[in-house]
């Protein structure tokens, strides 16, 4: 994904420095490029999730108006969630691109702050412009939990990929917060 | 051998060498090995055969081949990176056989006395011989094979004046105390030529003996052999020539002090060359290479001035100088000299000597004085004086810099514009091109421009007259009074512009010509100006109308001015291709997706869909079978299209309005030819039209929902929702006027639509069409007529799109007011409602640039109906009100956008099958 509005594909294979393939069906810049075992997922600043699905040859394009942060894909593969700087976390159908939930409290309209769905696609996280990381229940929409990461924005988000394990990076540093149950090196409340 | 005693028996004999072995019984006597086939051997019994190299003949390698038995031994492979610090040097040793280096070979390592060891005493000799002789002899330089066959030795004189304390160098005889100088050399003598007395040996000494030290006494002098040779050459006084023991030994460099320049001369008078044998003058004194005789510092030319030259060390006697006993220090010298000698320092030609007088010393005259506030650099400052004589000059400096000096100096520096600035700054003009905007269109388009100019202008002219008619009150009321305010108008921009780079009239060199002669004479504030400046051969009639030509290229040059246009680029497309590749599918408007996601409508409202077609190697990678395997596109596909269709550049929904039939055909005209054989995306699939059915199904389900629901209000009422809370009709008409108005004084716009040609304003034609029902009732109803029979058939036959076509019917008179209602948002533009966002806000634009335009295409035909036909769109809307609020009561804040939104959908169905009819 790039500032240029398009997104490319290498192949790592070939070594060669052309991409295989531009899409440039964006009109602005694109933030966020997640790839699934046969879809690219890509959010751009014109406000658009574009998935390109290989396997059917289709090119899905959801309106969401505000300029995209972040996407990902659910570990389920049917949905996917975008942040955008509206503050709004939105899960939508993959399928049919409807709203499956909406997301909010937290301060999004600056930074391009990462959004995390858990291990088991039960919350949804977001980091926040004002130094907390949020959890919301996935299914209900309320907010779960707080963290509270730094006093200045949470740059960068990651969830585990099968473990209750969040990286956060503010301010020149980088934490990891695991369950309350865990012991061996967990530095915080999970 | 000795072989003649052998055999004897007596005793007494005395015998010399070794016996032969005695005979055995019945042996044969051996023949002697003759000569050639006797053999040489070295010492390890190897024969050695004659090469005739070097020594002549070694036996080189095992045998004669090579280093070893096995062959060349390869040398082992030593890194460099460890050896490299003792990497040895190989010298011509390291390739030598053993027998080179033995007694007999050519590089015996027996023991010899180094020079470290040898006697000095035998160079010195040696040197000073080859000296006299090198000079002395007739092939000068002979003397250095003296070095190779004289002796090697000390001979035993030599030795002997040695014990009895005789040294190399000195004379032979008592050492002897420094008698006082017999003669004095009288300076006279010098003048006048006269032979001195020779001082032979002690000459040299004669003037700097006056430092005498009591107890000191010196040895005797060496002698040499006077050599008197007469001057048998033609060569110049004092010319000696390259001295050959200079240059081919460098020797005696040393000597290029020259202590005794002055004090030899006469020596060398008489002994003439053999000056150089007491080694005093060894430098190339003869300067070969043209120098004259004069130049003695030349001598140095070759010299380099080394501390080893100089004494540090009192000793014995001095070497080298061959003053041997004692040297005067320099001091001594220097102090008998006067003055002028002193300061004259150089070589004194024979029979010349150094002025006593020196000149009158050359009077210098000061340089003035420089003002106290002179500064060294030069600006120019042409300050000229407003008069008719210099009005040329005045001309040309203005052309230079744009505008007149006084302009410049009342200007404050925030007054200026960049190109001003950059001016000032000296600073280069934009880079590439810089035409006008104007080049860039073709010919139709700028006789379209200029007629929206000639209307904006005359309003512009209309409103400025009032106030021109104070300035210009000193002119006199006349037929061309209005070309005068043209021309005050035009002043006043023209002042502003750079130099100008517009050329509205290139394609005619004569009239581009006039034109600039026109445009300098307003800038200069002339009247009359189009008389000299136009071609006398044209008659009243076409000057009249070059004047008003020119008139408005000056007038419109004010937008297009050289920094804007310097940003525009050439076309990228040639012109004569009319087709643009262009992605198939554009994502729709988001006008509608706009109000779906703020009714969190998401799902069929905000998707697009479209046909991608990955890479295959994409495919392969993903480990994903190739959706489209037959397909050779990648990516989206694309289509030729209309380069000037508005729908390339604008993402409106497709198939928007009907077209008049005007537009119609012209667009037939200029794409009939090659029409049938491009595919267009009117040809859509069957699936994306059912697609965009569908949307449209849905808004017209959830408006006709609304209809049902509600009443329409009383259209007052609607009306007043458009046009703001206070507005009253009365006041809305002004209002109109005045958003006309506002329309036309803004050229800008007008630009873009020139831009978008003609094929681009369908959709806006046909509302004016509708709009002035009067005149062209027929093709109205000729338009709308098609566009709801193509509609039933073309649409799926359901009752939602049964709907949908009713929706047209009031649809069709529904679209100006729709317009209506958007010029009255963007009027009363703080009130718009939040709801609008800025696409939203765009495409308002957009509707309404295809309003204006279309209106001015009419303009010239029907200007005097404009204001009539405005009202009657009031009228309408107020008839459209009810429609529009419909939904109002469901979502306020998104209505006005939803429902145009809706509306524009609902062109959409109903006119693509419209725009295929016209296929």
Redo the contacts between chains.
């Keep these: 994904g790039s500032i240029d509005s398009t997104v490319r ?1 290498w ?1 790592c ?1 070939s070594r060669r420095p052309d991409p ?6 964006a009109k602005d810049g694109i933030s966020s490029v997640k790839v699934s ?2 879809e690219i997922l890509s959010g751009s600043v014109d ?2 999730v574009r998935r ?14 505000t300029p995209i942060t972040s996407v990902c894909f659910s570990k389920d593969g049917q949905c996917t969630l975008a942040a955008s700087l509206d503050s709004t976390l ?1 899960l ?2 993959k399928e ?4 499956l939930g ?1 997301y909010t409290g937290h301060r999004s309209t600056a930074y391009r702050l990462d959004c995390v769905l858990s291990e088991q696609d039960t919350h949804v996280g977001s980091a926040s412009e004002d130094g907390n990381v949020y959890f919301w229940d996935l299914v209900e929409g309320s907010l779960a939990v707080t963290l509270a990461v730094g006093r200045s924005v949470v740059q960068s988000l990651s969830f585990h990929p099968t473990l209750p394990c969040l990286l956060a990076a503010t301010q020149g540093q980088v934490q990891l917060w695991r369950e309350e149950t865990f012991q061996p090196e967990g530095d915080g409340p999970g | 051998m000795a072989a003649s005693s052998s055999d004897g028996e007596e005793e007494d004999l005395v015998s010399y060498g070794s016996a032969l072995q005695p005979l055995q019984e019945g042996e044969r006597i051996k023949k002697p090995v003759p000569l050639q086939e006797q053999t040489v051997k070295d010492a390890k019994g190897r024969y050695q055969r004659f090469h005739g190299a070097f020594t002549g003949g070694f036996s080189a390698g095992y045998f004669n081949t090579v280093g070893t038995k096995e062959g060349w031994a390869p040398s082992a492979f030593v890194s460099s990176r460890q050896k490299r610090a003792d990497r040895t040097v190989l010298g011509p040793e390291d390739f030598m056989d053993e027998e080179d280096l033995s007694e007999f070979g050519i590089a015996p390592k027996d023991i010899t006395t180094t020079d470290d060891f040898a006697s000095k005493a035998k160079d010195r000799i040696k040197e000073k011989a080859r000296q006299i002789a090198g000079v002395v002899a007739a092939i000068p330089g002979t003397s250095a094979f003296d070095d190779l066959i004289g002796p090697s030795k000390i001979t035993v004189g030599v030795e002997l004046l040695r014990k009895m304390g005789w040294k190399e160098g000195q004379g032979i005889g008592p050492r002897v105390k420094r008698k006082p100088r017999r003669q004095k050399p009288d300076p006279a003598v010098k003048v006048y030529g006269c032979a001195l007395p020779p001082g032979l040996s002690e000459g040299s000494e004669d003037e700097e003996d006056e430092y005498q030290p009591e107890d000191v006494t010196f040895a005797p002098k060496d002698i040499m052999p006077v050599d008197l040779t007469p001057k048998e050459n033609v060569h110049g006084l004092g010319y000696k020539g390259l001295d050959p023991s200079q240059a081919l030994f460098g020797a005696s460099g040393r000597e290029h002090l020259n202590l005794f320049t002055g004090g030899s001369e006469d020596t060398s008078n008489l002994l003439g060359d053999l000056r150089h044998s007491k080694g005093r003058k060894l430098g190339i004194t003869g300067q070969a290479f043209g120098v004259g005789a004069l130049e003695e510092e030349d001598d140095d030319i070759y010299a380099t001035e080394t501390l080893s030259k100089y004494d540090t060390v009192l000793k014995d006697e001095e070497p080298g100088d061959g003053l041997y006993g004692w040297t005067a220090p320099k001091q001594y010298k220097s102090k008998k000299r006067s003055e002028g000698e002193v300061k004259y320092i150089g070589k004194i030609l024979d029979g010349f000597s150094l002025a006593s007088k020196s000149s009158t010393p050359r009077k210098v005259y000061p340089p003035p004085d420089l003002p106290r506030n002179y500064r060294p650099v030069h600006y120019f400052r042409p300050v000229i004086a407003v008069g008719s004589e210099n009005s040329r000059l005045q001309k040309a400096l203005e052309e230079s810099t744009g505008k007149l000096e006084s302009d410049t100096a009342q200007q404050s520096r925030h007054a200026l514009n960049a190109s001003q600035r950059r001016e000032r700054l000296g600073e280069t003009s934009l880079k590439g091109p810089a035409p006008s905007v104007l080049e860039y269109l073709s010919e139709k388009d700028r006789e379209r421009l200029k007629e929206v100019k000639q209307a904006s202008e005359q309003q512009l002219k209309a409103k400025a007259l009032p106030q021109q008619s104070q300035n210009s009150r000193f002119q006199a009321a006349s037929p061309d009074d209005a070309s005068h305010k043209w021309q005050v108008l035009l002043r006043e921009q023209l002042a502003n512009a750079g130099s100008s780079d517009f050329k509205p009239f290139a394609r005619n060199p004569e009239k581009q010509r006039r034109y600039e002669s026109f445009v300098k004479s307003i800038k200069q504030g002339e009247k009359d100006t189009l008389e000299h400046c136009s071609d006398p051969s044209m008659t009243e009639w076409e000057r009249g109308r070059e004047q008003e030509e020119f008139f408005r290229a000056a007038m419109f040059y004010k937008s297009s001015n050289s920094t804007l246009s310097s940003r525009f680029t050439r076309a990228k497309y040639e012109d004569d291709v009319d087709k643009v590749e262009v992605p198939r599918d554009q994502e729709n408007d988001i006008d509608d997706k706009e109000t779906a996601v703020k009714m969190k409508m998401f799902g069929k409202l905000t998707r697009d869909k479209f046909e991608w077609h990955p890479e295959k190697l994409l495919c392969r990678r993903f480990n994903v079978p190739d959706p489209y395997p037959d397909s050779s596109i990648v990516g989206l596909p694309k289509v030729k299209r209309d380069k000037y269709s508005v729908f390339n550049f604008l993402t409106l929904p497709e198939s928007t309005t009907p077209v008049t039939q005007a537009t119609h055909e012209k667009i037939q005209q200029s794409n009939n030819p090659s029409k049938p054989k491009k595919p267009s995306r009117w040809d859509v699939s069957d699936k994306e039209k059912e697609k965009k059915d569908s949307i449209s199904e849905f808004i017209s389900l959830a408006r006709s929902k609304a209809d049902v629901q509600q009443q329409p209000p009383a259209p007052a009422a609607a009306e007043e929702r458009e046009t703001g809370p206070s507005e009253s009709p009365a006041t809305e008409v002004t209002n109109e006027e005045k958003d006309q108005e506002e329309e036309e004084s803004r050229p800008s716009m007008d630009l873009f639509k020139a831009i978008f040609v003609s094929s681009s304003d369908e959709k806006s034609s046909s509302e004016e069409e509708e709009s002035d029902e009067e005149e062209q009732t027929t093709t109205s109803v000729v338009d709308s007529e098609p566009t709801k029979q193509v509609d039933l058939p073309g649409s799926s036959s359901s009752n939602v799109q049964e709907n949908v076509a009713a929706a047209t019917d009031p649809g069709v008179s529904l679209l100006p007011a729709a317009k209506q209602e958007l010029d009255a948002a963007e009027e009363f533009g703080p009130k718009l409602p939040p709801a609008f966002s800025s696409g939203r806000f765009c495409r308002l634009l957009i509707r309404k640039e295809k309003h204006r335009k279309n209106r001015e295409k009419h303009k010239t035909k029907k200007e005097h109906k404009h204001k009539k036909e405005k009202k009657k769109k009031h009228k309408k809307q107020k008839n459209k009100g009810k429609h529009k609020n419909k939904k109002s009561e469901k979502d306020s804040s998104s209505d006005t956008s939803d429902s145009s939104d809706s509306l524009s959908d609902i062109d959409t169905t109903g006119l693509s099958p419209k725009e295929l009819l016209r296929r």
């Design positions: 594909c192949d294979r295989v393939q531009v899409l440039d069906e075992d046969h406000g658009r390109y699905d290989l396997r059917a040859g289709q090119l899905y394009s959801d309106y969401i108006g939105r939508l159908d049919t691109g409807e709203l909406e």
